[in-house]
């Protein structure tokens, strides 16, 4: 079982350019989150769902969109990229709301 | 809204000591509370977690955390430090109810860094 898999590993991308990351969760889980980590902020919530279907806003959605076309796939999209969006971006997933959440690898992704 | 403040940044320690990484939160509601830790180049691993009933939970690998109501705290504990458990700690808080049920709001985190 693979758990959560994350695309790209990391990406150097250029100021305006639309970016999708991708993550895919083999584990059936119901709930899917996006969280971005920078240095002596911790982990921020962008977007989330709690099932198939449905998305939700988390503390810093600006400048990201999600979709949630399926159970186990949860892409993350940077519509016009900007220097402040280069973080490490990490992709979640729990069986419901409340349960443990389990991470992926991260994305490295620097804007330019 | 939730909160949660890790009081030290870094915390270097010596192989075999004893190690305390403070966690603090502020809620409204009641709470479920989580010790998340990451190893270098790595994702987030569930250390451990309160949700309900003792307020003395432990992880397989040694650590320990206390769920206290009355000074809001989840302080991470481990008696005796190897070098293996260098690495970052994130402590994270949910709501166990309303309309923030489920989000986890996290500290900004603490390097353990044990020395030899």
């Known amino acids: 079982i693979a758990g959560i898999t994350q695309a790209p590993t990391s990406q150097i991308l250029a100021a305006g350019r639309r970016m999708t990351l991708r993550c895919t969760q083999d584990?059936?889980?119901?709930?899917m989150y996006w969280y971005r980590q920078d240095l002596g902020l911790g982990l921020r919530l962008i977007h989330y769902?709690?099932?198939?279907?449905?998305?939700g806003k988390g503390e810093v959605p600006d400048g990201y969109s999600v979709s949630r076309a399926n159970t186990d796939d949860f892409p993350l999209t940077l519509a016009s990229a900007v220097p402040s969006q280069t973080s490490v971006y990490f992709c979640a997933s729990s069986e419901s709301k409340a349960d443990t959440q389990y991470f992926g690898p991260g994305t490295r992704l620097t804007v330019l | 809204a939730q909160s949660v403040t890790q009081l030290d940044s870094q915390v270097p320690v010596f192989e075999e000591a004893p190690v305390e990484l403070r966690c603090n939160y502020s809620s409204s509601v009641s709470v479920y509370l989580f010790w998340y830790v990451q190893y270098p180049n790595q994702g987030l691993q569930l250390l451990l977690k309160y949700l309900s009933g003792s307020t003395l939970v432990k992880s397989i690998n040694g650590f320990e955390a206390e769920f206290n109501k009355s000074q809001t705290s989840f302080h991470l504990r481990k008696p005796s430090v190897h070098i293996s458990d260098t690495a970052e700690y994130f402590c994270?808080?949910?709501?166990?109810?309303?309309?923030?049920?489920?989000?986890?709001?996290f500290g900004q985190g603490t390097i353990l860094t044990v020395h030899p």
């Open positions: 584990m059936r889980h119901n709930a």
């Open positions: 994270a808080v949910s709501n166990a109810g309303g309309t923030s049920y489920g989000k986890l709001t």
């Open positions: 769902s709690n099932t198939a279907g449905t998305t």
